[in-house]
C-alpha cells in the first residue's frame, strides 16, 4: 500500500503558483519523497526528489517538513500544460521499486 | 538520447490467450521495471530487471513474466489472459543502482475482450 496520503483534486489559476501537499507520516528515515506527475495518455515523469532539505530544480521546488512527516510540491507558475495527476510517492533506499497511491488531479484553468 | 519506447501502442487479446509487450530502455540504462496502470488508479509495480536478472517482484502471479536482454530491452508476457488484465502497461528504466528517477514509456494499452 502507498505510505502517502494526497488530496484528490485540486484548482489551479494560471500563472498562480500551485501548492499540492502530501503527508507521509509514517515515512522512516532512509525514505525518499518522489513526485511524479502524469499527463493524460502518457507515461508518469519525474519531477523531483528529496531526503531531507527542500530541492529546487527547473520545473518544481520540494518543501520538507523538518519533521519529515510531510511535504509540499509547488509549480511556481502554472500553466495550462501542468493539468495532470500528481503522485507524491516514499521510496526506501534499498529499493528501486515505486508505490504509487491515486494522486491529486491538479487542473490548471485560464 | 532516446527515451523509453513502448510497442505495441495499444493491443486487443481474447481471453485465455498470451501476450508480448516489449521496451527498449533509454540509452544507457541498465535497469527496467514493468507497472501495470488500471483505469482511474496509480500504476501497480509487476516486477524489475536488472542485467538480465529479475530483481524484485509485485505481487503479480506467475503467469507475468518478463525477460531483459544485453542491450537492456525488455519484454512482459502474460499468459492466459483475464479480462481484469485489461490495463495501461508501463516500462520505465534508470541507470545503474543509484536511483535518481525512472524514465516512462508511453505504455501499451491492452484490452482483454
Known amino acids: 500500500d502507498a505510505k502517502t496520503t494526497q488530496p484528490t483534486s485540486m484548482d489551479c489559476a494560471e500563472g498562480r503558483a500551485a501548492n499540492l501537499p502530501c503527508n507521509h507520516s509514517t515515512i522512516s528515515g532512509n525514505e525518499y519523497v518522489y513526485w511524479y506527475r502524469q499527463i493524460h495518455s502518457q507515461g508518469p515523469q519525474y519531477i523531483i526528489h528529496?531526503?531531507?532539505n527542500n530541492e529546487t530544480n527547473e520545473m518544481a521546488s520540494l518543501i520538507i517538513t523538518e519533521d519529515r512527516k510531510s511535504s509540499t510540491l509547488i509549480l511556481p507558475h502554472a500553466t495550462l500544460r501542468d493539468t495532470a495527476v500528481y503522485y507524491c510517492?516514499?521510496?526506501?533506499?534499498?529499493?528501486?521499486?515505486?508505490?504509487f497511491g491515486t494522486g491529486t488531479r491538479l487542473q490548471v484553468f485560464p | 538520447e532516446t527515451g523509453v519506447t513502448q510497442s505495441p501502442t495499444h493491443l486487443i487479446k481474447t481471453r485465455g490467450q498470451q501476450v508480448t509487450l516489449r521496451c527498449s530502455s533509454q540509452?544507457?540504462?541498465?535497469?527496467v521495471s514493468w507497472y501495470q496502470q488500471a483505469l482511474g488508479q496509480g500504476p501497480q509495480f509487476i516486477f524489475q530487471?536488472?542485467?538480465?536478472?529479475?530483481?524484485g517482484r509485485g505481487n503479480f502471479p506467475p503467469r507475468f513474466s518478463g525477460l531483459q536482454f544485453p542491450n537492456y530491452s525488455s519484454e512482459l508476457n502474460v499468459n492466459a489472459l483475464e479480462l481484469d488484465d485489461s490495463a495501461l502497461y508501463l516500462c520505465a528504466s534508470s541507470s545503474d543502482r543509484k536511483f535518481y528517477g525512472y524514465t516512462f514509456g508511453s505504455g501499451t494499452r491492452l484490452t482483454v475482450v
Open positions: 540509452s544507457g540504462h541498465n535497469t
Open positions: 510517492i516514499v521510496r526506501p533506499d534499498n529499493t528501486d521499486k515505486l508505490i
Open positions: 528529496g531526503l531531507k
Open positions: 530487471y536488472y542485467r538480465e536478472e529479475e530483481n
